[in-house]
C-alpha cells in the first residue's frame, strides 16, 4: 500500500482541492492511504480533513500538539503510516498528483531507494514568473548541495520512498526542512531516480518558509558535511574561517600602523585580534553547532594551539629557504608552504586537543 504523507499548517483552503486531484488521478489504480499530519493549525484545517472522512475518503490526520516544523511532521507521518511504500507531498498543489502513480511505478520497476518529482531535470519546471531572487536562491541552495549528492533537486518536498530504506535512516535530525536531502544522506540512498514535474505555484493560503528556515539550511548542510565526511568537512570550514582571519589581520595591521604603532607592538595585536576572531567561529560551528563547552578553556588552549602553529609555519619557511636552493629565489612560495603547513597542524592540535570533548555527529 502506498501512503501518502502530506504537512499541513494553515492549508485549510488547500485540503479539499488536493484530495479530490489525488482521488481523480489514483482511485481504482491502487491501495493508497492519504495521512495529514497538522501542527496544531487555528484554522479550519483539521476540521476538513474530518469532514472529508466522514464523508468516507481515504484519508486521516494526525495533530501534533505541541511541536512544529515540516521535517519532524513528515517524519511522524512516516512512522505512522500504514503503507510499505511512503510518499510525501505539500498540500498547496504545487505538487502535481497526477505525478504520482508514475513515481510509484517508477520505483517500483527500477527497484529504486528514492523516487523524486524533480523541477530540474529536462522536462521539469518551474512556474513562469519566478523573481530572479527566487530563482536564483533556488538555485544557489542546490549547488551548495551538489557536494553531498548528485541528484538536481534534492531540496524538493515531492518524494517516494519503500519503507524498509525509511528505516535504515540512523541519526536523522529534523530540524532542517530538506527532508530528502537528509534523508539521501542518512538512509543512505544510492539509486535515486528524478522524473520531470511541473512545480505551480500555490493558489490559496501562505508559504510559510521564511528566510529564517533559509538561514537554518546552511546549519543543516554543515550538518550533513560533517556527517559525511567527518575531519575534512571541518577542515574547510576551518580554512574558510582562516581566510578571512587573514584579511582581520592585515587590516587590523594597517589600522594600527595609522594609528601610530611601532610595526612590532602592531604586528602582535593583528595576530592576537585575528587570532580571537578566528576562535568564535571555530567555537560555535566548526567544532559544535551547540556550544556546550565552556569557553575560556577551549580558547586557552586555541592560543597555545596557534602560538605552535605560528612556530612550525616559521620553521618550515626558513628551513625551506635555507636548505633547497630553488626557495632562496621564489621566498613567498617558501612562505605559503610554511603557512599551509602551520594551518593543518594547527587545524590537527584545534581538532584533537584545543576543541575536544563531545561533538554533534548528527
Ligand atoms: N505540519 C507542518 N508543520 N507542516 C508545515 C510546516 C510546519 O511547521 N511548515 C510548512 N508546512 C507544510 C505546508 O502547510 C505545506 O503543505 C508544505 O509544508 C510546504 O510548505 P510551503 O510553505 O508551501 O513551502 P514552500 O512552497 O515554500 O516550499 C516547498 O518547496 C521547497 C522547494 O522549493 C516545500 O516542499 C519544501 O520542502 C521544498 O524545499
Ligand atoms: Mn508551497
Redesign the pocket.
Known amino acids: 500500500m502506498l501512503s501518502i504523507i502530506?504537512?499541513?499548517?494553515?492549508?485549510e483552503d488547500n485540503v479539499h482541492p488536493v484530495v479530490a486531484r489525488i482521488r481523480a488521478a489514483l482511485d481504482s489504480h491502487l491501495e493508497y492511504e492519504i495521512v495529514f499530519?497538522?501542527?496544531n493549525s487555528p484554522d479550519k484545517t483539521v476540521a476538513r480533513v474530518t469532514e472529508l472522512q466522514k464523508q468516507g475518503a481515504p484519508v486521516r490526520v494526525i495533530v501534533?500538539q505541541d511541536e512544529?516544523?515540516?521535517s519532524s511532521?513528515i517524519t511522524r507521518g512516516f512512522r505512522e503510516a500504514r503503507g510499505d511504500l511512503l510518499l510525501c507531498m505539500?498540500?498547496?498543489l504545487?505538487h502535481p498528483p497526477e505525478a504520482i502513480l508514475e513515481m510509484v511505478r517508477t520505483q517500483q520497476a527500477q527497484q529504486a531507494d528514492m523516487v523524486i518529482g524533480s523541477r530540474y531535470i529536462a522536462g521539469g519546471k518551474t512556474e513562469e514568473g519566478w523573481g530572479l531572487f527566487r530563482w536564483l536562491n533556488?538555485r544557489v541552495a542546490g549547488l551548495l548541495a551538489r557536494p553531498l549528492t548528485a541528484v538536481r533537486d534534492a531540496?524538493?518536498?515531492?518524494f517516494v520512498m519503500p519503507r524498509p530504506v525509511f528505516e535504515r535512516a540512523k541519526d536523522l535530525n529534523p530540524i532542517g526542512?530538506?527532508?530528502a536531502l537528509e534523508l539521501i544522506i542518512k538512509c543512505p540512498c544510492r539509486k535515486v531516480v528524478e522524473i520531470p514535474i511541473f512545480f505551480a505555484d500555490?493558489q490559496r493560503g501562505e508559504?510559510?518558509?521564511n528566510l529564517r528556515e533559509q538561514a537554518r539550511y546552511i546549519l543543516h548542510l554543515k550538518r550533513l558535511y560533517d556527517y559525511r565526511y567527518g575531519r575534512a568537512s571541518r577542515f574547510v570550514q576551518f580554512c574558510l574561517i582562516g581566510a578571512s582571519g587573514v584579511v582581520v589581520n592585515l587590516l587590523t595591521y594597517a589600522i594600527l600602523l595609522r594609528l601610530g604603532l611601532m610595526p612590532g607592538l602592531a604586528y602582535a595585536l593583528a595576530i592576537w585580534v585575528s587570532m580571537t576572531w578566528n576562535f568564535w567561529p571555530n567555537h560555535y560551528l566548526t567544532f559544535d553547532l551547540t556550544a556546550h563547552h565552556p569557553v575560556w578553556p577551549r580558547y586557552g588552549r586555541f592560543v597555545v594551539t596557534c602560538a605552535f602553529g605560528a612556530v612550525v609555519n616559521w620553521s618550515i619557511t626558513m628551513a625551506l629557504l635555507h636548505n633547497v636552493a630553488w626557495f632562496s629565489a621564489h621566498e613567498y612560495i617558501a612562505a605559503l608552504a610554511g603557512i599551509a603547513t602551520g594551518t593543518v597542524f594547527n587545524f590537527l592540535i584545534s581538532h584533537d586537543w584545543a576543541f575536544r570533548g563531545p561533538r554533534l555527529t548528527k
Open positions: 502530506i504537512p499541513t499548517y494553515c492549508e499530519v497538522d501542527d501534533r512544529r516544523g515540516l511532521a505539500d498540500a498547496d504545487s533556488s531540496m524538493t518536498g515531492f526542512y530538506k527532508f500555490r508559504s510559510k518558509l
